[in-house]
């Protein structure tokens, strides 16, 4: 595997992204969104497959030969194969993102988020009362899965402010 490669349009050494000795990047953390995309099209003409990948060429009529419809199906397999020698890597990049124990600005966020719902769910008049505290219990257990405790106390006053102003409730 070679590392640092250059970018085509600047030269300049782009690190983070790996390739192996065909071209096709196997680490790659998600930064350089263009430079992958023109490495991969790089990787596509090479054996004229840029049309059948951007999706400009249509798959054979059901009429046409055999040699043809096998052509594409190969041709698509190439394709596959150039893509999924940097999909893990890919993976990861999206797993980091949006998996919030994993990235921890979205933790974070999260967190307050529910912290908030369960401080200002209120019940109406007419609502279930068991279903309205039902809802405050899962905000809590969420919160809990999180790490997250909430005092006993903080969730008496949660609930107790939640409930409709009403005589019934007072």
Not at 12 to 20: A, F, R
Not at 23 to 38: K, L, M, Q, S
Not at 137 to 164: G, H
Request: no cysteine.
């Amino acid at each position: 595997m070679m590392s640092g490669t250059t970018s085509a349009t600047s030269g300049k050494p782009k690190s983070g992204l790996e390739v192996n000795t065909k071209g096709v990047p196997v680490i790659w953390n998600g930064e350089r969104w263009g430079f992958y995309e023109a490495l991969m099209m790089s990787l596509f003409e090479e054996d004229s497959l840029e049309d059948i990948a951007t999706g400009k060429a249509k798959p054979p009529d059901p009429s046409a030969s055999n040699a043809d419809k096998n052509d594409w199906k190969q041709n698509q397999a190439t394709i596959k194969r150039l893509i999924l020698g940097s999909v893990s890597a890919m993976w990861r990049t999206l797993e980091e993102l949006f998996e919030a124990s994993k990235n921890q600005t979205l933790f974070v966020h999260q967190q307050r988020q529910l912290v908030h719902q369960l401080r200002n769910t209120r019940a109406k008049r007419e609502d279930d009362i068991n279903l309205h505290l039902g809802k405050l219990y899962y905000i809590r257990d969420r919160l809990a899965t999180m790490k997250y405790t909430v005092q006993d106390r903080d969730m008496v006053d949660a609930m107790l402010k939640s409930l409709p102003r009403h005589v019934k409730y007072q």
